[in-house]
């Protein structure tokens, strides 16, 4: 008896196992996974990253809060920030919790939606390229 494969079968993205651990996770989730990369990136002094988030020179960190990519504003209208380098991290571990505690959740929510926006733009893109090809 022959298999009919196209019931046995379904996209990846709808599998626990198989779906990416960052499709599971909420936006402010994300972010604080995308903070732990970072941090973990400038402590190994990699700097390979497209956009570092995490610059130090001398005695002082810049950094920024990134969500896709745009910078969360954190204070005012200003997404790029600088502390002291010795209390950096103590820094950036309170504003991760401030993340997780929902402070920035109506940021968290346009920036979810424009990203959102923006991928089914470009996955249409695709689809009219793969369609134009003969």
Known sequence: MAVNWKTAIKPAAQSVEF???AVQMKPAERIANGMDVALAAFKNGESTK???AIVQKGSEVRFCV???NRALTLVD???QFVAVADKFESVYAAIKEAVLNGEFDAQIAELAANAKKRGQA???????KAAAKP
Not at 122 to 128: D, F, H, N, T
């Open 66 to 68: 990134r969500y896709g």
């Open 77 to 79: 209208s200003d997404t």
């Open 122 to 128: 470009m996955a249409a893109s695709r689809k009219e």
């Open 19 to 21: 779906k990416s651990v």
């Open 50 to 52: 497209k956009r570092s």
